[in-house]
C-alpha cells in the first residue's frame, strides 16, 4: 500500500477518537493549572502540526469555554478545525491530569474524570454522528493518514473510504470492550499499536491477526512488533531518560514519530525493510522518552523547535545508545496568560 499526498505535496493526517481538554494540575501548589488540547487523537494530531504536517482533527465538540481553550491550544501548532463542528449537543471532554509524587518520591500521575471541585462526572467523549461521514469526506482533503482511537459506524466508515483513497490506516485501540468492532477495525487497520497495560490479552484473542504491522507497547521497557507472516514478536529495547517528571503522552509521542519516521520517507508497510521499520519504531521511543521530562502530555513541543529535536533524535538513534539527554527548557511558542478558572466555568456556553 503506497500512500500519496493528495494537496501541495504535504503530509496530511486525518484523525477521529478522543479530543479533550487537559487540566493539568502541577505538584507545584504554586504554579497555575495549565489547560492543553488533549486526549490520543488530539495530541496525535497536534504533534504532527508541529512536525509540519496538516492535521485536520474530526470531531463534535461543545460550544463551551472548554472548547475555547482547547481550540486556542490548537491553533498555535496551525492545526485545522474545518471538521470540527461546536454544536450545544456536542460534547468537550474534560479530564484533570494530576502530576505526583508515589511514595520513594518518583513522578506519577493520574486522570480523573469527576470534577474535584463538586464531584460530578466531567463531560465525556461523543463519537462522531454516521450521518455526517459524507460531508466530512468531501470538506476534506485525502489524507496520507487517517488515524483513529475509538470503536464507531462513523469512525470506521471514515478509515473505509480513506483507505479506498490510498490513506494508510492507524488504529490505536484503548480496550477491547467491543470485541466485535475491534474485529472489524482490524480488517481495515494498516497499523494497530496498543498498550500491554491495556490489552493483555490481545494475542490470545487475536491469533489471526492480518494487520499489516501490529505494535505492542510496554512503557520503559519499549516495545514489540509483529508484521504479517511473522511468527513470533521482535522486540525494540526503550529509552531512558533521567528527571522524569511526567509520563502522561509517551504512548502519543511514540505514535506520531513512528507516522512521521515511517511517511516522510514515503514508505509503505509491505516494502519497509527491518532496519527502516526498527529505526522509525526507535523515533517513537526517542520522543517518548524526553517528553517525559515535561509537565503536560505535549511539553516537550512548548520548548525546543522541531528542527532542532530532529537534530538530537538522530544523534541518539546513530549513537546506538538507549540513553537520551533532557531537553534545556525554553519557549518556543508565546504563552497565553491564564487566570484562575474554576472548573464549572468551562462549561459556559461561548456566545
Not at 61 to 74: G, I, K, P, V
Not at 136 to 151: A, C, N
Not at 299 to 315: D, Q, T, V
Request: glycine residues 6%.
Amino acid at each position: 500500500m503506497k500512500t500519496k499526498n493528495k494537496a501541495h505535496n504535504k503530509l496530511i493526517c486525518s484523525g477521529t477518537g478522543l479530543i479533550a481538554l487537559d487540566v493539568v494540575i502541577s505538584i507545584d501548589p504554586d504554579k497555575p493549572t495549565q489547560f492543553f488540547a488533549g486526549g490520543s487523537c488530539g495530541n496525535v494530531l497536534t504533534i504532527l502540526a508541529y512536525m509540519g504536517w496538516d492535521s485536520y482533527p474530526i470531531a463534535r465538540l461543545s460550544n463551551n469555554t472548554a472548547t475555547e481553550l482547547l481550540m486556542q491550544d490548537m491553533s498555535k501548532w496551525n492545526v485545522k478545525e474545518s471538521l470540527l463542528t461546536f454544536t450545544q449537543d456536542g460534547s468537550t471532554p474534560v479530564i484533570i491530569h494530576r502530576i505526583l509524587k508515589d511514595k520513594n518520591g518518583l513522578s506519577k500521575h493520574r486522570f480523573e474524570f469527576r470534577n474535584p471541585e463538586d464531584g460530578k462526572y466531567l463531560p465525556s467523549y461523543k463519537p462522531c454522528l454516521s450521518k455526517s461521514v459524507q460531508s466530512i469526506l468531501e470538506l476534506g482533503p485525502t489524507p496520507s493518514v487517517f488515524y483513529f482511537d475509538r470503536i464507531n459506524r462513523a469512525a470506521l466508515d471514515l478509515a473505509k473510504a480513506y483507505k479506498k483513497n490510498g490513506a494508510l490506516i492507524f488504529f490505536e485501540p484503548s480496550s477491547i470492550k467491543d470485541e466485535k468492532g475491534f474485529k472489524k477495525c482490524l480488517e481495515v487497520a494498516d497499523i494497530v499499536k496498543f498498550s500491554e497495560d491495556r490489552i493483555p490479552d490481545y494475542s490470545s484473542i487475536f491469533i489471526d491477526c492480518q494487520v499489516p504491522l501490529e505494535i505492542r507497547t510496554l512503557g520503559e521497557k519499549g516495545l514489540k512488533y509483529r508484521r504479517t507472516g511473522d511468527s513470533n514478536w521482535s522486540e525494540v529495547k526503550g529509552y531512558s531518560i533521567t528527571n522524569v517528571v511526567d509520563t502522561a503522552g509517551a504512548g502519543d509521542w511514540c505514535t506520531a514519530g513512528i507516522l512521521s519516521s515511517i511517511l516522510s520517507y514515503n514508505y509503505s508497510i509491505e516494502s519497509i525493510s527491518k532496519n527502516q521499520l526498527e529505526k522509525a519504531l526507535k523515533w517513537g521511543q526517542v520522543l517518548s522518552a524526553m517528553n517525559c521530562t515535561f509537565e503536560g502530555a505535549r511539553g516537550l513541543m512548548y520548548n525546543i523547535s522541531y528542527k532542532e529535536l530532529f537534530a538530537k533524535i538522530e544523534n541518539a538513534i546513530i549513537n546506538k545508545t538507549n540513553t537520551v539527554s533532557p531537553i534545556v527548557k525554553h519557549s518556543v511558542k508565546p504563552e497565553i496568560p491564564l487566570k484562575p478558572i474554576k472548573i464549572s466555568s468551562l462549561f459556559a456556553n461561548v456566545q
